[in-house]
Protein backbone atom coordinates (compact mmCIF):
# COMPACT_ATOMS: atom_id res chain seq x y z
CA UNK A 1 0.00 0.00 0.00
CA UNK A 2 1.33 3.17 -0.91
CA UNK A 3 -0.06 7.01 -0.98
CA UNK A 4 -1.02 8.28 -4.64
CA UNK A 5 1.26 11.42 -4.76
CA UNK A 6 1.31 12.78 -8.19
CA UNK A 7 0.63 11.69 -11.63
CA UNK A 8 3.67 8.80 -11.70
CA UNK A 9 2.07 7.26 -8.91
CA UNK A 10 -1.32 7.69 -10.63
CA UNK A 11 0.34 5.69 -13.88
CA UNK A 12 1.84 3.08 -11.79
CA UNK A 13 -1.80 2.08 -10.51
CA UNK A 14 -2.63 1.86 -13.80
CA UNK A 15 -0.09 -0.33 -14.94
CA UNK A 16 -1.08 -2.49 -11.80
CA UNK A 17 -4.68 -2.87 -12.30
CA UNK A 18 -4.32 -3.54 -16.15
CA UNK A 19 -1.42 -6.18 -15.41
CA UNK A 20 -4.29 -7.67 -12.45
CA UNK A 21 -7.04 -7.70 -15.34
CA UNK A 22 -4.76 -9.08 -18.20
CA UNK A 23 -3.44 -11.73 -16.21
CA UNK A 24 -6.66 -13.05 -15.05
CA UNK A 25 -7.93 -13.37 -18.75
CA UNK A 26 -5.14 -15.26 -19.78
CA UNK A 27 -5.75 -17.80 -16.76
CA UNK A 28 -9.62 -17.75 -17.62
CA UNK A 29 -10.53 -16.12 -14.44
CA UNK A 30 -12.10 -12.54 -15.82
CA UNK A 31 -12.84 -10.34 -13.53
CA UNK A 32 -16.10 -8.15 -13.07
CA UNK A 33 -14.39 -5.18 -14.24
CA UNK A 34 -18.23 -3.78 -13.95
CA UNK A 35 -17.92 -3.77 -10.06
CA UNK A 36 -14.75 -2.13 -9.84
CA UNK A 37 -15.27 1.08 -7.63
CA UNK A 38 -12.38 3.86 -6.60
CA UNK A 39 -12.56 5.57 -3.23
CA UNK A 40 -10.13 8.37 -2.65
CA UNK A 41 -9.47 9.46 0.92
CA UNK A 42 -7.12 12.55 1.38
CA UNK A 43 -6.89 12.34 5.14
CA UNK A 44 -8.29 15.86 5.94
CA UNK A 45 -12.21 16.91 5.72
CA UNK A 46 -10.84 20.15 3.23
CA UNK A 47 -8.58 18.29 1.56
CA UNK A 48 -11.56 16.15 0.31
CA UNK A 49 -13.99 18.80 -0.19
CA UNK A 50 -11.19 20.92 -2.37
CA UNK A 51 -10.56 17.07 -4.27
CA UNK A 52 -14.28 16.89 -4.95
CA UNK A 53 -14.42 20.37 -6.66
CA UNK A 54 -11.54 19.49 -8.84
CA UNK A 55 -13.10 16.42 -9.96
CA UNK A 56 -16.11 18.17 -10.99
CA UNK A 57 -14.01 20.83 -13.20
CA UNK A 58 -13.80 20.16 -17.34
CA UNK A 59 -11.25 17.39 -17.69
CA UNK A 60 -10.23 16.96 -14.27
CA UNK A 61 -12.14 13.80 -14.14
CA UNK A 62 -11.19 11.86 -16.72
CA UNK A 63 -7.40 12.79 -14.87
CA UNK A 64 -7.82 12.23 -11.79
CA UNK A 65 -9.54 8.56 -12.98
CA UNK A 66 -8.49 5.19 -14.11
CA UNK A 67 -9.48 3.22 -16.41
CA UNK A 68 -10.92 -0.40 -17.10
CA UNK A 69 -12.30 -2.57 -20.10
CA UNK A 70 -15.76 -1.40 -18.65
CA UNK A 71 -15.39 1.94 -18.19
CA UNK A 72 -13.68 5.14 -16.40
CA UNK A 73 -13.88 4.20 -12.59
CA UNK A 74 -15.64 7.06 -10.19
CA UNK A 75 -14.84 8.00 -7.29
CA UNK A 76 -18.13 6.72 -4.75
CA UNK A 77 -18.43 8.33 -1.39
CA UNK A 78 -19.47 5.00 0.03
CA UNK A 79 -18.55 1.08 -1.04
CA UNK A 80 -19.65 -2.28 0.08
CA UNK A 81 -16.69 -4.64 0.42
CA UNK A 82 -18.02 -8.30 1.84
CA UNK A 83 -20.85 -7.17 3.16
CA UNK A 84 -19.32 -4.13 5.20
CA UNK A 85 -20.16 -0.31 3.74
CA UNK A 86 -16.74 1.59 4.24
CA UNK A 87 -17.47 5.30 3.84
CA UNK A 88 -15.25 8.26 3.13
CA UNK A 89 -14.99 9.58 6.38
CA UNK A 90 -13.74 6.59 7.90
CA UNK A 91 -16.97 6.35 9.88
CA UNK A 92 -19.11 3.31 10.27
CA UNK A 93 -22.78 5.57 11.02
CA UNK A 94 -24.15 4.40 7.66
CA UNK A 95 -22.77 0.88 7.59
CA UNK A 96 -24.48 0.92 11.31
CA UNK A 97 -27.70 2.35 10.16
CA UNK A 98 -28.20 0.34 7.17
CA UNK A 99 -27.94 -2.82 9.47
CA UNK A 100 -30.64 -1.31 11.62
CA UNK A 101 -33.00 -0.93 8.59
CA UNK A 102 -32.14 -4.75 7.03
CA UNK A 103 -33.11 -5.68 11.01
CA UNK A 104 -36.37 -4.56 11.17
CA UNK A 105 -37.08 -5.61 7.74
CA UNK A 106 -35.97 -9.07 8.86
CA UNK A 107 -37.62 -8.87 12.28
CA UNK A 108 -41.05 -7.76 10.18
CA UNK A 109 -40.79 -10.31 7.64
CA UNK A 110 -40.32 -12.68 11.19
CA UNK A 111 -43.53 -11.92 12.62
CA UNK A 112 -45.49 -11.98 9.06
CA UNK A 113 -44.96 -15.41 8.50
CA UNK A 114 -44.55 -16.71 12.19
CA UNK A 115 -47.71 -16.40 14.36
CA UNK A 116 -46.17 -17.82 17.51
CA UNK A 117 -45.06 -15.32 20.19
CA UNK A 118 -44.15 -18.50 22.47
CA UNK A 119 -40.50 -17.25 24.15
CA UNK A 120 -38.24 -20.14 22.72
CA UNK A 121 -39.60 -20.33 19.35
CA UNK A 122 -39.35 -16.62 19.10
CA UNK A 123 -35.77 -16.24 20.38
CA UNK A 124 -34.49 -18.84 18.26
CA UNK A 125 -35.80 -16.83 15.78
CA UNK A 126 -34.40 -13.64 16.77
CA UNK A 127 -31.32 -15.28 17.20
CA UNK A 128 -30.92 -17.00 13.94
CA UNK A 129 -32.32 -14.42 11.88
CA UNK A 130 -31.70 -11.15 13.29
CA UNK A 131 -29.52 -10.78 15.46
CA UNK A 132 -27.32 -12.80 13.41
CA UNK A 133 -27.37 -9.81 11.02
CA UNK A 134 -26.78 -7.47 13.24
CA UNK A 135 -23.63 -8.86 14.48
CA UNK A 136 -21.89 -9.82 11.66
CA UNK A 137 -18.39 -8.56 11.89
CA UNK A 138 -18.84 -6.23 14.34
CA UNK A 139 -14.94 -6.34 16.01
CA UNK A 140 -14.44 -3.89 12.83
CA UNK A 141 -17.21 -1.64 13.22
CA UNK A 142 -17.91 -1.63 16.84
CA UNK A 143 -19.93 1.89 17.02
CA UNK A 144 -19.03 4.57 19.47
CA UNK A 145 -21.20 6.90 18.76
CA UNK A 146 -24.54 6.72 21.04
CA UNK A 147 -26.98 7.34 18.35
CA UNK A 148 -25.53 4.15 16.41
CA UNK A 149 -25.44 2.13 19.68
CA UNK A 150 -29.52 3.22 19.98
CA UNK A 151 -30.15 2.53 16.47
CA UNK A 152 -29.10 -1.19 16.81
CA UNK A 153 -30.30 -1.72 20.17
CA UNK A 154 -34.15 -0.15 19.09
CA UNK A 155 -34.11 -3.32 16.55
CA UNK A 156 -33.65 -5.58 19.63
CA UNK A 157 -36.15 -3.89 22.22
CA UNK A 158 -38.75 -3.74 19.38
CA UNK A 159 -38.05 -7.52 18.46
CA UNK A 160 -38.18 -8.75 22.68
CA UNK A 161 -41.45 -6.59 22.98
CA UNK A 162 -43.65 -9.04 21.01
CA UNK A 163 -42.28 -11.94 22.98
CA UNK A 164 -44.76 -13.42 24.49
CA UNK A 165 -43.16 -13.54 28.46
CA UNK A 166 -41.43 -9.83 27.64
CA UNK A 167 -45.06 -8.05 27.21
CA UNK A 168 -44.52 -4.89 28.98
CA UNK A 169 -41.05 -5.33 30.11
CA UNK A 170 -38.46 -2.82 29.16
CA UNK A 171 -34.72 -3.00 30.41
CA UNK A 172 -36.07 -6.29 32.71
CA UNK A 173 -35.58 -8.27 29.76
CA UNK A 174 -31.68 -7.61 30.23
CA UNK A 175 -32.08 -9.72 32.85
CA UNK A 176 -33.01 -12.87 31.06
CA UNK A 177 -30.25 -15.52 30.54
CA UNK A 178 -30.79 -15.72 26.96
CA UNK A 179 -30.36 -11.93 26.53
CA UNK A 180 -27.84 -9.30 26.55
CA UNK A 181 -27.78 -6.09 25.20
CA UNK A 182 -25.86 -5.64 21.57
CA UNK A 183 -23.23 -3.83 23.10
CA UNK A 184 -22.53 -6.35 25.60
CA UNK A 185 -22.26 -9.10 22.94
CA UNK A 186 -20.06 -7.20 20.72
CA UNK A 187 -17.47 -6.54 23.73
CA UNK A 188 -17.83 -9.92 24.33
CA UNK A 189 -16.61 -11.31 20.53
CA UNK A 190 -13.99 -8.00 20.63
CA UNK A 191 -12.25 -9.65 23.98
CA UNK A 192 -12.45 -13.15 22.03
CA UNK A 193 -10.70 -11.86 19.29
CA UNK A 194 -8.29 -10.71 21.33
CA UNK A 195 -7.79 -13.78 23.05
CA UNK A 196 -7.14 -15.37 19.44
CA UNK A 197 -4.57 -12.48 18.89
CA UNK A 198 -2.74 -13.53 22.19
CA UNK A 199 -2.89 -17.28 21.42
CA UNK A 200 -1.43 -16.29 17.69
CA UNK A 201 -4.40 -18.70 16.15
CA UNK A 202 -5.43 -15.08 13.93
CA UNK A 203 -3.17 -13.21 12.32
CA UNK A 204 -2.07 -9.80 13.68
CA UNK A 205 -2.24 -7.11 11.25
CA UNK A 206 -2.24 -4.25 13.73
CA UNK A 207 1.15 -5.59 15.62
CA UNK A 208 -1.23 -5.43 18.83
CA UNK A 209 1.58 -6.02 22.01
CA UNK A 210 1.16 -8.04 24.40
CA UNK A 211 2.70 -8.34 28.25
CA UNK A 212 3.17 -9.74 31.29
CA UNK A 213 2.44 -7.39 34.02
CA UNK A 214 3.06 -9.84 36.81
CA UNK A 215 -0.43 -9.45 38.95
CA UNK A 216 -2.59 -7.48 36.01
CA UNK A 217 -1.56 -11.11 34.08
CA UNK A 218 -1.14 -10.10 29.95
CA UNK A 219 -1.98 -6.85 29.40
CA UNK A 220 -2.38 -5.48 25.78
CA UNK A 221 -0.31 -1.99 25.01
CA UNK A 222 -3.00 0.92 24.08
CA UNK A 223 -1.46 2.68 20.77
CA UNK A 224 -1.29 6.64 20.24
CA UNK A 225 -1.26 8.48 17.51
CA UNK A 226 1.52 11.40 16.69
CA UNK A 227 1.11 14.80 18.83
CA UNK A 228 0.60 16.07 15.35
CA UNK A 229 -2.98 14.06 14.41
CA UNK A 230 -5.63 16.28 14.06
CA UNK A 231 -8.55 15.62 16.74
CA UNK A 232 -10.96 14.08 13.76
CA UNK A 233 -7.91 11.86 13.12
CA UNK A 234 -7.86 11.47 17.03
CA UNK A 235 -11.27 10.12 17.12
CA UNK A 236 -11.45 7.74 14.35
CA UNK A 237 -7.88 5.85 15.92
CA UNK A 238 -9.91 5.92 19.55
CA UNK A 239 -13.13 4.59 17.67
CA UNK A 240 -10.93 1.52 16.28
CA UNK A 241 -10.34 -2.49 16.89
CA UNK A 242 -6.58 -1.54 17.79
CA UNK A 243 -7.55 0.81 20.45
CA UNK A 244 -11.05 -0.38 21.61
CA UNK A 245 -9.75 -4.20 21.88
CA UNK A 246 -6.61 -3.65 24.02
CA UNK A 247 -9.01 -1.19 26.60
CA UNK A 248 -11.50 -4.08 26.50
CA UNK A 249 -8.96 -6.68 27.18
CA UNK A 250 -7.44 -4.56 29.78
CA UNK A 251 -10.15 -4.74 32.16
CA UNK A 252 -10.37 -8.44 32.76
CA UNK A 253 -8.17 -9.76 35.87
CA UNK A 254 -4.79 -12.14 35.21
CA UNK A 255 -6.83 -14.94 36.30
CA UNK A 256 -9.17 -15.28 33.00
CA UNK A 257 -6.32 -13.46 31.03
CA UNK A 258 -4.39 -15.77 31.39
CA UNK A 259 -6.75 -18.89 30.85
CA UNK A 260 -4.98 -20.55 27.50
CA UNK A 261 -7.66 -23.14 26.88
CA UNK A 262 -10.54 -21.21 24.81
CA UNK A 263 -13.60 -22.96 26.09
CA UNK A 264 -12.79 -22.37 29.64
CA UNK A 265 -12.38 -18.89 28.70
CA UNK A 266 -15.21 -18.18 26.53
CA UNK A 267 -16.90 -19.52 30.31
CA UNK A 268 -14.69 -17.33 32.57
CA UNK A 269 -15.35 -14.50 30.12
CA UNK A 270 -19.20 -14.67 30.04
CA UNK A 271 -19.53 -14.82 33.95
CA UNK A 272 -17.07 -12.24 34.07
CA UNK A 273 -19.36 -9.78 32.11
CA UNK A 274 -22.34 -11.04 33.62
CA UNK A 275 -20.63 -9.41 36.97
CA UNK A 276 -21.30 -5.72 35.31
CA UNK A 277 -24.73 -3.78 35.09
CA UNK A 278 -25.78 -4.89 31.41
CA UNK A 279 -27.09 -1.19 30.93
CA UNK A 280 -26.48 -0.06 27.26
CA UNK A 281 -26.93 3.85 26.32
CA UNK A 282 -30.46 3.46 24.65
CA UNK A 283 -34.08 4.21 25.19
CA UNK A 284 -36.25 2.01 26.97
CA UNK A 285 -33.47 0.86 29.44
CA UNK A 286 -31.96 2.16 32.49
CA UNK A 287 -29.29 4.86 31.24
CA UNK A 288 -26.62 4.66 33.64
CA UNK A 289 -23.90 3.59 30.72
CA UNK A 290 -23.51 6.82 28.45
CA UNK A 291 -20.48 5.30 26.62
CA UNK A 292 -19.17 3.60 24.14
CA UNK A 293 -17.71 1.15 26.26
CA UNK A 294 -19.88 -0.45 29.30
CA UNK A 295 -17.03 -2.12 31.35
CA UNK A 296 -14.86 0.13 33.24
CA UNK A 297 -11.68 0.77 31.81
CA UNK A 298 -7.98 0.21 34.25
Not at 213 to 229: E, M
Not at 251 to 280: H, M, Q, W
Amino acid sequence: MRRIRGEEDMAILQRDLDAVTNWSEKNNMKLHEEKFELMRHNGQKKDNEELELLNNLPFMAEFNSYKTSAGMLEPVAVLRDLGIRVSLDFRWSIHIRRLAECGRRRAAWVFSVFGTRQTIAMLTLYKSLVRSLLEYCCPLWNPVKIGDIQALERVQLSFTARIEDFAGMNWQRLQHPKITSLQRRREWYIILHMWKLRQKQVSDDLNIRFSDDGRLGFTAKVPSLTKKATDAHQTIFDESFAVMGPKLWNTLPAVLNREEDFSKFKVGLSRYLLSFPDEPPAKGYVRRNTKAMSLPEM
